[in-house]
């Protein structure tokens, strides 16, 4: 399937209840969920039965999402259903790591615990928020930013759409100012000021836990947030760098595309990238796994292409 790309989300996609449908229906699914459970007991319930509060604590959504988006990508393999490349937003980007090969799904696993640990404390440390503003262009967005000490513009989702992670002191009269300069600004369901200086401490403390893992080759092309491009040299370093780095997910998108890909498929919870992939190219084709009958039909569409 030369024209096929997985894609894992971020922070924000998780919800109740998720990966239970697939549990339940994909041999491959409850298998690697079973596994990764061991590594982390109570992931699964979590999982199944959280509650949206304890989802929104990092050091929960993290491990939870890995789980949902590795399961699912599991039963799409199961089904023959396999993408030339892949590609995650934010820690989706450490799923897309382990389907790729880069690290063993169990690896892979250890690594996102950590990393939401880390993300965590610097989120206790330094209270932060973040919100998607719409209905302004990227500059506009940058220009608004640039009057406030504690506002960074860090994920570029699409066109007309870029998220800041502004402190707790600052983002009540961010948000006033976007709406003053005829923008509206929405507040997302997470738990920290991501890919900014909040998180440096973070990425710091990443890049000395990524020496302990023997990565290899990916099987798989895989695209870095960090430079929006298929990862090229150290990728240990691309990916402390992304903790407290903007996401290109537009450029990211956009170089996919013109590799080929004309067929995304979310893997997780949620169709919030594939939305933003709408947006960015609508002549794309994109599909959402969710439960048995979505693999259905994606293998009907997909395979007869």
């Not at 989120?123 to 919100?131: F, L, Q, Y």
């Not at 719409?134 to 009057?147: F, G, H, N, R």
């Not at 000021?193 to 302990?212: I, N, W």
């Not at 695209?223 to 370093?237: A, L, M, Q």
Request: hydrophobic share 40%; with cysteine; charged share 20%.
């Amino acid at each position: 399937m030369d024209k096929v790309a997985f894609v894992f989300s971020g922070q924000g996609a998780q919800a109740p209840g998720m990966g239970k449908a697939l549990y339940d229906a994909s041999h491959a699914a409850k298998a690697i969920t079973d596994t990764l459970d061991t590594l982390r007991p109570g992931t699964r319930e979590m999982c199944f039965a959280g509650t949206p509060e304890d989802l929104k604590k990092t050091v929960n959504t993290q491990p939870c999402l890995y789980m949902t988006e590795l399961a699912a990508a599991e039963a799409l393999k199961e089904k023959g259903i396999m993408p030339r490349a892949v590609a995650g937003f934010s820690l989706g980007e450490i799923t897309a790591l382990a389907f790729s090969s880069i690290v063993s799904a169990e690896d892979g696993f250890r690594l996102v615990s950590k990393r939401a640990e880390f993300m965590q404390k610097e989120s206790d440390e330094h209270p932060a928020a973040m919100t998607a503003v719409v209905k302004l262009s990227d500059e506009a967005v940058e220009s608004i930013a640039s009057q406030f000490d504690e506002v960074y513009p860090v994920n570029y989702n699409s066109p007309g759409q870029v998220v800041v992670s502004a402190s707790e002191s600052s983002v009540d009269a961010f948000e006033a100012k976007v709406k003053e300069n005829g923008g509206r600004a929405i507040r997302l369901n997470v738990s920290g000021g991501f890919h900014s200086p909040f998180m440096h401490g973070a990425a710091v403390a990443f890049t000395s836990e990524l020496e302990k893992y023997a990565f290899s080759a990916p099987k798989l092309e895989i695209y870095s947030n960090v430079t929006g491009r298929i990862y090229e040299g150290d990728v240990k370093s691309l990916l402390s760098k992304q903790i407290e780095s903007p996401v290109r997910w537009v450029t990211l998108v956009s170089n996919m595309i013109e590799s080929g890909i004309d067929t995304f498929i979310e893997c997780g919870p949620g169709n919030t990238l594939t939305g933003l992939i709408k947006r960015i190219n609508k002549d794309v084709r994109t599909y959402n796994v969710s439960d048995a009958q979505s693999i259905e039909t994606i293998w009907s569409e997909v395979s007869n292409g």
